[in-house]
């Protein structure tokens, strides 16, 4: 039985028009000879579609598989989907796959466009394989890299948000920007920073990756640093990348060894304080958006405002996460089921197991991480389980209502019967904006035969740059409300229809 003969044979007449749509996308993947990526809007089933290749690549010969994904949150997803199909498959983190080399007959790559990441493309050195299938919800990248997937498995097949959302293959969600307004002390001193960057990034004509180049090293051991390049090209003087070496390996120091007139401003050494003080500006101005008091207040208002709706929260910090989950009912923080606070207490001096130390953290939510790092609290083990891993199956599993994540789970992972969606914290990338906003738009109907009613709630700091990500980020969205957190708070808000 050829290809197109088993897929025929499995189509039935009470396939959904979602159903069938997935089966002529796996024709297509099946035309471009196997080795083809699927850019399919979040929600519409790419991974059943995965599996049904798999299925179809074992019709006949036993075929080795090989599905390679980018988090911890994917693999346990994909780990649960394949034993629950009575597949065989081996699943690995992409950090793992690039440090060794496997040969496989079908490479399934899920979240394909972050394998073009410099880094991560090595899984293409790595892997030798027959057949490819790359998954993504996002294949476009703001670098451009993502012409590197052509060479590997150009795009057979598109189904976009506004495609999938109008046939009715995802819930029909309604995306809100909610304008929120920080103290004057806090508007002086992003001000400043504002102004610090602004200084010092016009002396690199606007370009950052120039200015990145000459906060490195000056040392000429390490050839010519971009600092020395852009000072001569402005009219310093100083001495030969020749002279600069032998004068270094007699010890000079790296600012007498290059010469000329260090108190130019135009001199090496001030063209790099400059850009180190625009990169520390920099710095400050993200922190100071990510970590928003508004923000986190705005957001924690909103959850408690729909105590019926099953919420994921998204941001750019840990700590933040942290913040909104001690202020809400019913949530955890996915990093941690422990919460940060003003007080630090050392339980592990207090409990001597962790399971003890878990169970005194869920009747007394003030208890904070003490000094320990998040990567280390991963780490650590509930029953056997990673404390993050724990969490988010409990939630899954209907634990508890509201889960907030920094970024780990801004991709990739299946939560049907969340309905609140909120933002709050963001940079302007429209691939995570898109995959965020995804992780609510899949299609439920609950028990008592009531669908599924989903919002997406981004908040931003008025009069800041988080207005021009959310503009970035949302470039090739459509059907976007603005409107006040009191219309929000009130339900006073318009419905896209």
Sequence with gaps: MNVIEWIDNQRTE?????????????IK????????????????????????????????????????????????????LIKEWGLEASIYIINTVIRNTYTVDFLITDETHKFSANTFQRIFSCVKYKFILGLTGTFTRAD?????????????????????????WVTNFTQFNVMVTESDTWYREYNNQETTFAQCFSRFGSDFQLMIY???????????????????????????????????????????????????????GKLQMKAIWAMKANRNMKSMLYESIAKR???????????????????????????????TTDSKAYHTNIASGTTRVKWKKEYKTLVGAMKAIERNPELTRDNMSVSEWKQKKVSGTSIAKNNLE???NNKFRILCTAKALSEGIDVPDAELGVIVSRTSSATDQSQRVGRISRHHTFE????????????????????????????????????????????RIPRIQ
């Design 214 to 268: 000459c906060s490195y090293s000056l040392d000429p051991s390490r050839g010519v640093p971009a600092a020395v390049t852009l000072a001569r090209r402005l009219g310093w003087r100083g001495n030969s990348i020749e002279r600069a070496r032998s004068l270094r390996a007699s010890g000079s120091t790296i600012s007498n060894c290059w010469g000329g007139n260090t108190e130019d401003y135009r001199s090496p």
């Design 144 to 168: 451009g890299k993502h012409t590197i997937m052509n060479k590997y498995a150009p795009i057979c097949d598109q189904i976009t948000q506004t495609e999938a959302r109008r046939e009715g």
């Design 29 to 80: 993947f099946v035309n471009a000879d196997a080795r083809a990526t699927l850019e399919i809007a979040t929600g519409f089933g790419k991974t059943r579609i995965a599996l049904y290749c798999i299925q179809m690549m074992n019709r006949n010969t036993k075929r080795s598989v090989m599905i390679v994904v980018p988090t911890k949150a994917l693999h346990s997803q994909w780990t649960g």
């Design 394 to 396: 409990r939630f899954l």
């Design 448 to 491: 008592n035969g009531r669908v599924k009613d989903a919002i997406v709630i981004n908040l931003v700091v008025k009069d800041t740059r988080d207005e021009k990500w959310i503009k970035s980020a949302q470039a090739r969205m459509r059907d976007i409300k603005q409107v006040t957190l009191n219309e929000i708070l009130n339900e």
């Design 14 to 26: 009470q396939d959904t028009s979602r159903t069938s749509r997935q089966w002529d996308s796996i």
């Design 297 to 327: 207040e705005a957001a924690v208002q909103i959850l408690n405002n729909y105590p019926d709706k099953r919420a994921l929260t998204f941001g750019q910090s840990t700590e933040s996460a942290d913040w909104i989950a001690t202020r």
